[in-house]
């Protein structure tokens, strides 16, 4: 049988022509994540705005294909909010002086993006592509902590995450399981079926004989089994009314976060910080890459664009074939230009989310020695929102944990304070879970994003209005401007979105200048 | 306040001494796994039977306090079950020639344990003291595979783990918001808390506004989310008739061992393969060992004890004040003794785990390139049961995952094939989950651990009768020999149990030898 004649008869066998496919290597010729645009292009210029992770990929990508380009990046370092903090960094906010972070060398946090979802195939394709080495992101961690402050009768403790998981898994299954005991709930399920719905209950919740949740291994001991006689204590669960009563069944606490698809476990990041991916990158462009250049004015021009800026020798003005614009909005909404009044209006209109985050230096990793907690994350109800414990050095010596990382209001009123009383509100809320703040901690570091020159923002936060009647402005050009990044596409906050954003942008750019027809992705993408 | 006045205070406030114990320092004085046992003894001659971790971490302990010790191992390498198979690694089943691993440098499996939750803090305090470094052990995985063969209408379909968790959470969560709709079926919580349940199970479930469960982003897309117009395409759930009739609500397939206290993330491994821990002891002990020394005959005497053994040069027997007998059960069963009865009934009676695994050396990582699978486990109902992909070398060329890890009857069944049949098995079973078997495959190396030579088990699985009635007898010294291991510990199959173990008998041993009352643990471990 010949290959044509396989992939007929293939064809007609809906769902079996995968398997078969690989089974003859056949799928292997063309990788998921190749970016082989045909036609070099010799003598034009793009001009990139904004040197995060979708300025340079854009660059980095046009230059495979012959084009000459120019990133304009206002900060002294590329990389945008792919960015990690640690010895020596500096942030300037809005309304603050700037600041220095003076973290132990090794030490690090990220101040932006710091998992990689396992799905997000185009930001792994780049990591392997530029040789950068990743590690398991712990994002889900049974042994950290749900802290209710002033809240109910568990108020102030630390509940384990596993006890709340087991105790609300065994009384929602317990429920569910007496409710069928009296009869058939579901129309659809024969009987035969409603008992094995009954049996999976017990399974699921740890139900005994009689269907009753009671105290369970899954929510950990009171005293840890061992050698000899010791098999261990388990105590009793908390109350169902104890947990409510605390708001532990409150979004809040119950993490339902963790089942987004893009928080499920394999998560990643990137080895030694998440900016490895950005510095990775920036040595691909560095010849295309003007830093310190603050974009002033975007021009559409006859035959081109003009992009004026200022730098430390002055103002200047360069001209371009095209350009590729990948600043935030709310940054873009503050530069001169000569837009059409829709693009204008979604640039003004589409919000961006008020987020931060506070960097914690401890001279010893205590969340690790005393608390037994490696990575993932403890959540509050107060103002912290969340304290992420380090994926990387686990059993080292000291550690950086992100002490609140919090969004919306609670981020506005923490982007408020000066950077010492951020400090302050970090470490009287985190003493509550974690005493050894007292003794252990050495000396912080926080980003507001949204009060972050240059950014003004985390990333796009879409309305269903907003994305209905905005956002498809921005996704044609204005005249040769391209508008990039997370901002235009359905990965927001993700880099991802930068990536996939210069893709699709580099495509019709690209297909306009050659006059080629070019779909990008050139197959639907499978999930 | 002084240090004392401070501490008796504190001591009359319930569950508020330890932070503000850690708030002053105090507790940092005695590290958690402190094993400091009062008193030096020379002149002491303690003989361990077996070079796993148990008797390693006995001699290692032991050597501390002063004492002489001579470790016999049967074997010519060090580390029992803790061990990785690499290139030139070699095992002899009992039924079967030698075998050697082929596999490329640089890639390995663990045969035996391959995982150390998070709690386990002996196990990751060994790795501190002996400078193992550790890595995430990805455990949970929701990207990976329920596999029915041959089963209902999902039969022979790969289905991602995320699909049925999210799938079967909406489904139940609906059956259980619906009734709460029609009457409160709790008499303990009250209306408001009632309807605070019901807002739970909207969340938990991912329903709609009239607690429906639909198409969830939760479980995955068709097409995945992008740039510009993609906002991704979501299919609609699996029905629930069909999960159930493909039995996909089983124990075999709906995960709740990921429920189980020891398999909740946070989970490690040893960088460079798990049997790096034994390496970093053997090291440690290396002038006690005798490597080559199988055991033949263990006599308690009136003064000591007195070990008989034969390696390459003939017979030899050993005189020692005191003996840990860390050999497994079914391993010492057949090695003369004059132990009492009840020891010796104990010994023939307790059962081990049939268990086996083989490792899959692949030439392309096509379960992370093609099927975004990066460690993390795919459940089957077949004779597989598991398989695991690796939690190492993400992105990397190569890779060997575990084709199966199995148990019981079915590990009986593969146990006793030959080691070609048993990747023939593999690679039948495995290729109908990824045909890229067929093209990827190069090399496998299988360990029966039932059958394996020096083991002849897995681990000690014990019935309600048999540690109630047996495991008692082997806890206490049989004249001057104890008994150490996993075997002797609540923490079956895990290597925590070598360790708390082997302490537990040094501490019993040594309180003996200097007439001192050592408890051990010093105070109730914490869980």
Same mark, same amino acid.
């Given at each position: 049988m010949s ?6 008869k293939?064809?007609m ?6 398997p078969a496919?690989?089974?003859l ?8 994540h ?17 040197? #995060?992770?979708? &300025?340079?990929t854009s660059?980095?990508?046009?230059a ?10 206002a900060?002294q370092r590329? /990389?945008g909010?792919c ?8 942030n300037t906010?809005?309304d603050?002086?700037?600041a220095t972070? %003076?973290?132990?060398d090794?030490?690090y946090?990220n101040a /932006?993006?710091?998992r990689?979802?396992h799905?997000?195939q185009l930001?792994? %394709? ?6 950068v080495?990743?590690?398991v992101y712990?994002n889900v961690?049974? #042994? ?9 009768? =568990?108020?102030? $403790?630390k509940?384990r @995450?596993r006890e ?6 065994g009384?929602?299954?317990?429920? =569910?399981a007496?409710?069928m005991d009296? /009869?058939?709930?579901?129309?659809a399920?024969? $009987?035969e !079926?409603?008992e094995?719905?009954i049996?999976?209950?017990r399974?699921e919740?740890g139900?005994d004989?009689?269907?009753?949740y009671k105290a369970?291994a899954?929510r950990?001991?009171s005293?840890a089994p &061992?050698a #000899?006689?010791?098999?261990g204590?388990?105590s009793?669960?908390?109350k169902l009314a ?5 708001g532990l069944?409150d ?8 089942y987004?698809?893009e928080l499920q476990?394999?998560m990643?990041?990137a080895?030694? &910080?998440?900016?490895?991916?950005a510095?990775? =990158?920036e040595?691909k462009?560095?010849?295309?890459l ?7 004015k ?5 035959n081109? @664009?003009t992009?004026e800026?200022k ?6 003005s360069?001209n371009g074939?095209?350009c590729i ?5 709310? @940054?873009l ?6 837009f059409?009044? !829709?693009?204008s209006?979604?640039i003004d209109y589409i919000?961006y989310m $008020?987020?931060?985050k506070i960097g914690l230096?401890? *001279?010893? +990793?205590?969340?690790?020695?005393d608390?037994?907690i490696?990575?993932?994350i403890? %959540?509050?109800?107060?103002?912290l ?9 686990? =059993?080292?010596k *000291?550690?950086i ?5 919090n ?17 302050k509100l970090?470490l009287?809320k985190?003493?509550l879970? %974690?005493?050894?703040y007292?003794?252990?901690?050495e000396?912080?570091?926080?980003v507001?994003?949204?009060?972050t020159k240059?950014n003004l923002g985390g990333?796009a936060?879409?309305t269903? !209005?907003?994305r209905?009647?905005?956002y498809?402005?921005?996704l ?7 508008f990039a990044?997370?901002?235009l ?6 880099m991802?979105?930068?990536f996939?954003?210069?893709r699709s942008v @580099?495509?019709?750019?690209h297909a306009?200048?050659?006059?080629q +027809?070019i779909?990008?992705?050139?197959q639907g993408?499978k999930g």
């Open positions: 290959r044509r004649d396989f992939l007929g293939s064809a066998l809906a769902g079996g022509a995968y496919m690989m089974a290597g056949m799928l292997r010729a063309a990788p998921a190749a970016f082989n645009l045909e036609g070099r292009v010799a003598g034009k210029h793009i001009i990139i705005l904004g040197g #995060g992770l979708a &300025g340079m660059a980095y990508e046009l495979k294909l012959g084009y000459t380009c120019t990133i304009l990046e900060r590329a /990389g909010r960015w990690s903090i640690r010895n020596g960094s500096t906010e809005t603050k002086p700037i972070a %003076h973290f132990d090794g030490l946090f /932006g993006p710091s990689i979802p799905h997000h930001t792994l %394709h780049y990591c392997k592509e530029l040789n080495p990743i590690q712990n961690n049974e #042994g950290a902590y749900y802290f209710a402050e002033g809240k109910g009768p =568990l108020s102030n $403790k509940v @995450v709340v998981h087991n105790d609300i898994r009384y929602m299954t317990e429920m =569910l007496k409710t009296h /009869g058939n709930l579901d129309a399920l024969t $009987k !079926d409603a094995k719905v049996e999976y209950l399974a919740g139900l004989t009689d269907k009753l369970s899954r950990g001991y005293e &061992g #000899g006689d010791r098999p204590k388990i009793d669960p908390h104890d947990i409510i009563h605390s069944m979004p809040d606490f119950y993490n339902v976060a963790e987004t698809y476990m394999t990643f990041q080895v030694g &910080g998440m900016d490895q991916i510095k990775a =990158l040595k462009v560095a010849q295309s003007k830093l310190g250049a603050e974009v002033t975007i021009t559409n021009t006859a081109g @664009v992009i800026y730098d430390a020798q002055g103002m200047h360069l074939d095209m614009c990948t600043l935030p909005l709310p @940054v909404s503050n530069i001169n230009n000569n059409s009044s !829709d693009v209006r979604a919000d $008020k987020t931060g230096q401890f *001279k010893r +990793r205590f969340w690790e020695e608390d037994h490696y990575g993932g403890t %959540h509050t109800n107060n103002e929102t969340q304290i992420f414990y380090p994926s990387y050095d686990y =059993l080292g *000291k550690g944990l992100i002490g609140y990382y969004f919306n209001d609670k981020a506005k009123r923490t982007g408020e304070l000066s950077y010492a009383d951020r400090e970090a009287e985190g003493r879970v %974690h005493p050894q007292d003794t252990e901690f000396k912080s570091f926080s507001s994003w949204h009060k240059y990333w936060e879409y269903t !209005d907003a209905k009647n905005q498809p402005a921005l044609k050009p204005d005249g040769r401007v391209y990044g997370e901002h596409t359905y990965l927001n906050a993700w991802a979105g930068a996939e954003s210069a @580099v495509a019709a750019l306009r200048i050659t006059e +027809r779909k990008y992705p050139a993408a």
